[in-house]
């Protein structure tokens, strides 16, 4: 059994170098093969009103693997990237389907043409009757083509998109060096998803048949093509109300809400800064309101502030003279977190190269909003 797997996707822009191989070699030794596709189009027999291209590739190639469509769609792509693996599998080595198995099988096949529209327990027991009624040779079938899925599965499991990715902005992180171009970023699944191909593309082949095609997308949002969320009412019209004040957003929401999109695009230094921002602005002006508050000027507050610069003390000491209850009292653990995280993370990221992971990234911009809420409501 030999299986052919491509993973593929296309980044926002272009790569300007040669089509062709390039070895690329990741931390830790990892070693992956990248083949840069700069004619590549998709094709596509609904317009691209709802989905992302059914097959791609170079342009005059396309309309014969779309043979019963009367009207194709054809649309250039930016920069392809593709990666090609492969395996041969003993028939003896490959997964073996159980009975169960099987009637998952048929069970996928009544989805994909729309066979049911009952509960899973209906789809479940007319899949067993299908599979009970199968002569032998059909039942056989059945078991090969399953057996196909299941090992093929096995073999490039959904988890190489995470390391297709990687090698991805490697070759990127690398190429934006090499030829001085700042029109090009680093890529999460954010950016990936909004694009034609949208998201990034398995596609596996046994012995010339295909058993799977996957795209991961991620998060919804990038790939919508209209309207998918419809915001209540008072919503809008405070949206309306602010357009016409002139006025600029809450700039801790703003700030936050900016630290959250990073997030989504994988630029995890930058959205820990923007965070850090958020809540070092919130307890800024919450101190400068309640010193106006208590009889002050708004300079004389402001000047409070210059001389009272230091994070913790203004989180602690100043919030509970001034507000009335220090942060770190309002919730301990979560203060000495985001102290940590400044320390370790924010301070780091500002004076140097470190890159903090995704987990990271995310853990510290939601413990940092969470303050910087407490930090304008805490009574």
Known sequence: MHFEHRVLLEVPFILNVPDGKYNVTLPGGVKRVLI????????????????SG????????????????????????????????????????????????????????????????????????????????????????????????????????????????????????????????????????????????????????????????????????????????????????ALKAALETGLPPNAVELLGVRARHLVERGAHRSAIIEAAAALETAIARRLIASIVSNGASEAQALQFLKGNQRFSERGKTHFKAIVGKSLAEHDPMLWNRVVVHRDNLRHKIAHSDLEPSAEDTKSVVADFLTMAEIAQTVR
Not at 107 to 130: C, F, P, W, Y
Not at 161 to 188: H, I, K, P, W
Request: aromatic letters at 6%; a negative charge.
């Open 36 to 51: 840069i596709h700069n004619g590549y189009y998709a094709a596509s027999d609904d317009a691209f009103e709802y989905a």
């Open 54 to 237: 059914k097959v791609y590739g170079l342009k005059h190639s396309l309309p014969s693997a779309l043979p019963n469509s009367a009207d194709v769609s054809v649309v250039k792509l930016r920069t392809v990237v593709e990666m090609r693996l492969d395996k041969v599998v003993d028939e003896n080595d490959a997964v073996q389907p159980t009975e169960s198995d099987l009637i998952n099988e048929v069970s996928r096949e009544l989805i994909k043409v729309r066979a049911t529209n009952g509960s899973s327990d209906a789809l479940t027991a007319k899949a067993k009757a299908i599979l009970a009624t199968h002569p032998t040779e059909h039942r056989e079938d059945l078991r090969r083509t399953c057996q196909r899925r299941l090992t093929a599965n096995q073999l490039f499991p959904p988890t190489l998109a995470d390391g297709f990715l990687a090698a991805v902005n490697a070759f990127v992180r690398q190429y934006m060096v090499a030829m001085e171009d700042f029109f090009v970023e680093e890529v999460a699944l954010h950016q990936v998803a909004g694009t034609t191909m949208g998201g990034i593309v398995q596609h596996t082949q046994c012995d010339g048949i295909v058993v799977a095609s996957v795209t991961t997308v991620g998060l919804i949002a990038p790939i919508m093509r209209s309207q998918w969320f419809t915001h209540p009412k008072p919503k809008l019209d």
